[in-house]
């Protein structure tokens, strides 16, 4: 079936003269459609399970502002919390009582959260945690893994996932050597690589830092054992264990990815979904560590907007929403429909395509797998999801425009929207096969 065509001017337009106001038209490098081809579309506004661009275009949506929108877009008890907390005003710089109810929230679901600290993103957070591991332990090396990705900071653009992955970046320049020199790396589900890091590096480790599910070189779990290995190692060895769950935290399980395994790390970094849209990120972890951080310790960090109430109104509302009974089994049954569709419309096509989903997160690569960490991931066809990404726009569904990223489903995603998604894969899949 040839899908109709999509009349997107106005987007070309205003991309056209983004490109001469910021960096490659864009604020976010992905967004910029160069890994899939195309021109890149231009959201005007979005509710629900759905987005409409600047061309009146509709479309169902699987980024979900890439995590944050859980429950759906512009949720309305969200949005009349926001209305009613901006009447006090955008922004205190100073302490205000929203952020202890988010913190106690946090503190009361993530298992290894006793004292949080909130900042503004994802980076931002992993960047504090890193100094913050290195402070507490006296050792300035730290363990990643290829693929994973902890944010744009300097020292964790080394063989990073995300963006750079997308657009087949080197590690970044601009970077110091002296700056990455202390980042080690290992393959993700590699136990045997983690240990000989540590064997190499006797006493200078600070810890190792890991995305649970790596969701930035496409959807990656780990393999059974992985985890809990490396809670075994960095007890061993006197490091610290951080887990990035900016993407994974509330939306694989109200406790994020270490409820959902049963492995406490020390340390865990959070944003997306505690900001219910709004720029959060937050760092937390055992008391005794975090009371490093000034000015209870000697760790400084700091942030004009960190706590604003705003952002933690949002946060508030939405984990609230999410704590109603049904929820992740709702998220759960509405992912798990949709990636065997998906896998299904793929096979009957002819098709290779490895997938999973857990919760709200999902991901398939165009290749036979399995996919453990990134240099399998490599092998998905990215020429032909460049075509399936074109393919499935024009019959109205949105996905992440890189091979290398993971899904998102919310509560707004009815069986209706899943099913219209399926439709829409069948044809793309049959088109582009």
């Known amino acids: 079936m040839t899908a109709p065509t999509l009349n997107t001017t106005r987007s070309q337009e205003l991309f056209s003269a983004a490109q001469a ?9 992905v967004r910029a459609f160069r890994s899939v081809g195309g021109q890149p579309i231009v959201f005007d506004r979005v509710k629900g399970p759905y987005a409409w661009d600047v061309d009146g275009n509709k479309y169902i949506d699987y ?7 859980i429950c759906g877009h512009a949720h309305p008890e969200v949005i009349s919390a926001l209305q009613e907390a901006i009447e006090k005003g955008t922004s205190f710089g100073a302490p205000c009582a929203l952020e202890n109810t988010l913190a106690e929230m946090v503190i009361d679901a993530v298992p290894s959260v006793e004292m949080v600290r909130f900042v503004n993103s994802g980076t931002e957070a992993c960047m504090a945690v890193l100094r913050l591991m290195r402070a507490f332990t006296g050792r300035d090396k730290v363990i990643k893994f290829e693929g994973c990705y902890h944010g744009h900071a300097d020292m964790f653009l080394v063989k990073a996932g995300s963006g750079v992955a ?3 970046l080197p590690d970044s320049p601009g970077v110091p050597r002296s700056t990455t020199a202390n980042t080690l790396t290992a393959p993700y589900n590699d136990l045997e690589a983690v240990k000989q890091l540590f064997a190499e590096n006797p006493d200078a480790i600070s810890g190792v830092i890991l995305e649970p599910i790596v969701g930035n070189a496409g959807f990656i779990q780990p393999e059974p054992g992985f985890l ?19 993407m994974t935290g509330f939306r694989i399980s109200y406790g994020g ?6 492995v406490t790390p020390d340390l865990t970094t959070m ?13 937390g972890g055992r008391r005794d560590i975090m009371e490093m951080v000034a000015p209870a310790g000697p760790m400084y960090q700091a942030g004009t907007l960190s706590g604003n ?4 109104t949002a946060g508030i509302k939405t984990l609230e929403l999410l704590r109603q009974p049904g929820s992740y089994e709702k998220l759960t049954a509405t992912t798990e429909k949709l990636i065997a569709g998906i896998k299904e419309a793929a096979s009957t096509a ?33 020429e032909r999801f460049g075509k399936l990404h074109r393919a499935m726009l024009q019959r109205g569904v949105y996905l992440a425009p890189s091979a290398f990223e993971a899904g998102f489903t919310s509560l707004a995603h009815s069986d209706g929207d899943v099913e219209a998604t399926l439709q829409a894969f069948r044809e793309s899949f049959a088109e582009i096969a």
């Open 63 to 69: 980024i979900g502002s890439w995590g944050p929108a």
């Open 309 to 312: 109430p705003l952002a933690m």
């Open 21 to 29: 106001l910021m960096p490659g038209g864009v604020s976010s490098p």
């Open 257 to 262: 990815a270490q409820a959902h395994f049963g």
């Open 228 to 246: 809990e290995g490396l809670r075994e190692l960095t007890k061993e060895h006197g490091a610290l264990l951080v887990f990035d769950e900016v």
């Open 350 to 382: 002819g098709i290779p395509i490895t997938g999973a989903s857990v919760s709200a997160m999902f991901g398939f690569f165009l290749c036979e797998g399995p996919v453990r960490n990134f240099e399998e991931a490599k092998a998905t066809d990215a």
């Open 271 to 283: 944003g997306k979904v505690i900001g219910g849209g709004l720029p959060v990120g937050a760092y």
């Open 166 to 168: 997308t657009l087949g």
